[in-house]
């Protein structure tokens, strides 16, 4: 027969921690050295998973929310817009900048984040010998897309650009007497050195 202290004893044995609260049964200090791994390797991994998931979540919102930056470069990829844009060249060049100016105006309302069509109407102005205007729209442009400023682009337009503010400076600046009387001369003096920064600082 077994005594009660034997009993004890192998009750003791199959129950390796009896009489210990839950607390103290799940303690750091009662976990072996690999639950500790386990712990801290799955603690790391849902840090991780997390800073991914907030990571995407601040781009898809800033994407979605209108931030400037998310919206350059924008280049449209559609045979329709294309033709569109082979159109609207073909009537600067032939001079019938009325149809020019429909067409182009239609294209920067349906595709307003590619800067191509804003380039096209600042060639417009510059043909009607505006080139206060033309320096806006070219600024449009660049600010959507910054290849027309890199000299290794095939939309590189540095050389004109730099040509339109020469002359944009000297149509803002030759009529003094109108300087307080424009409400827009501050802006466009402002713009005018953006843009200089902006060829100044580009491949071209």
């Known amino acids: ?3 009660e202290d034997d009993k004890h004893t192998l009750e003791s044995c199959r129950i390796g921690m009896a009489g210990h609260s839950d607390e103290e049964r799940f303690s750091l200090e009662n976990l072996d050295r690999f639950d500790k791994l386990v712990i801290i390797a799955v603690t790391v991994i849902a840090l991780a998973g997390s800073l991914l998931l907030f990571s995407y979540t601040g781009q898809d919102q800033s994407l979605r929310g209108g931030n400037s930056l998310s919206r350059r470069a924008v280049v449209i990829i559609s045979p329709e817009f294309d033709n569109k844009l082979k159109v609207a060249k073909t009537l600067l060049n032939g001079g019938n ?3 020019a100016r429909e067409l182009i105006s239609s294209m920067i309302e349906d595709y307003p984040y590619d800067g191509r069509p804003y380039m096209l109407l600042g060639d417009m102005y510059v043909r009607n ?3 206060v205007a033309a320096m806006l729209e070219y600024r449009k442009g660049v600010d959507l897309n910054p290849d027309f400023l890199d000299k290794k682009a095939a939309l590189f337009r540095g050389k004109q650009i730099k040509n ?3 002359e944009a400076r000297l ?4 009529d003094l007497e109108k300087r307080s009387e424009d ?4 802006d466009h003096l402002e713009i005018y050195y953006y843009m200089l920064r902006r060829v100044a600082g580009s491949c071209g």
Not at 171 to 174: D, L, Q, V, Y
Not at 183 to 186: G, K, L, V
């Open 129 to 131: 010998q505006q080139p």
């Open 1 to 3: 027969m077994t005594s």
């Open 164 to 166: 339109i503010l020469e």
């Open 171 to 174: 149509a803002i600046g030759g």
């Open 183 to 186: 409400p827009e001369f501050e």
């Open 97 to 99: 900048l009325t149809k």
